[in-house]
């Protein structure tokens, strides 16, 4: 998909995406281990 992002907010998402994207990868390893999608939602709110 497309998303349009404001010029004047462009650096404000760029920082959020990272965030996220940073807390998405350090679940890999937790999921891995635990094998648990369950227990990866309950320690970080979000898959």
Known sequence: G???I???KAAEVLKLAQKL????????PFIEQF???GEAIKKFGRI
């Open 21 to 28: 994207d940073f807390a998405e990868h350090s679940m890999y």
């Open 2 to 4: 497309v998303v349009v």
């Open 6 to 8: 404001p010029r004047d």
């Open 35 to 37: 094998k648990s999608l």
